[in-house]
């Protein structure tokens, strides 16, 4: 049973460029979030999505970025425009039921931005 | 001993000690808990969670305290290893989504 997983691991962007980020849920988790971390820092919540359904974006900055999780195939994590203070590590996670199972998370993927 | 890096607070311990990791939850209405623990280069690794109808939980070397009146929850661990050098976060969750605490980064000295 395959846990989380998240692509690319790295991905390098240069200015003005677009990011996508890939997530693929625990296998019957229908939950999935979004949550990004800076070093040395804590993880904070970004968005919160159901299938076809953004349930939760209050942590999504209000321009460039983007979250979608279609019925087939991964939650996607999409930042247009990037700019340096993008970089971070993005980290998935998925659970079966809303807040009231644990999260488990992917790898993440650290973008950086030239 | 205890202190506050830049941004991380760190706990130092011996190796074989117990260490004991401290997180001050926001919400009171927060009726789940969920202590992980993050390597470097990782993303984090459930270790134990609590709902706010305990006050303990136990699990392989590591214990959950919950006090709902302080709003205070506490990761044991015993006889500390290398190994368990990370970053802890706890969360909690009133029904919506998990909030993250800001971290303690555990050391462990030889």
């Known amino acids: 049973n395959a846990g989380v997983m998240q692509n690319p691991r790295h991905l390098v962007r240069r200015r003005g460029q677009e990011a996508r980020l890939r997530c693929s849920p625990m296998k019957g988790h229908s939950h999935v979030y979004w949550y990004r971390q800076l070093p040395e820092e804590g993880l904070k919540f970004m968005v919160y999505l159901q299938k076809e359904n953004i349930i939760d974006e209050s942590g999504m900055p209000k321009e460039r970025f983007s979250a979608e999780f279609p019925k087939e195939g991964p939650s996607i994590l999409r930042i247009q425009q990037v700019v340096r203070g993008d970089s971070a590590a993005y980290f998935c996670a998925s659970s079966g039921l809303r807040g009231t199972e644990k999260l488990f998370f992917g790898s993440g993927t650290q973008l950086s931005v030239l | 001993g205890e202190s506050v890096g830049l941004h991380l607070p760190t706990l130092s311990v011996q190796e074989g000690d117990n260490s004991i990791i401290n997180c001050a939850y926001s919400?009171?209405?927060?009726?789940?808990f969920i202590w992980y623990k993050q390597e470097s280069g990782k993303g984090p690794q459930f270790i134990i969670d609590?709902?706010?109808?305990?006050d303990k939980r136990q699990g392989q070397r590591v214990t959950v305290l919950l006090n709902k009146t302080v709003k205070h929850l506490s990761l044991q661990i015993a006889a500390t290893q290398p190994g368990d050098s990370a970053v802890y976060f706890c969360?909690?969750?009133?029904?919506?989504?998990?909030?993250f605490g800001p971290g303690t980064r555990l050391s462990v000295l030889p």
């Open positions: 969360a909690e969750s009133y029904g919506q989504n998990f909030v």
């Open positions: 609590i709902r706010s109808n305990m």
């Open positions: 919400n009171s209405a927060s009726d789940y």
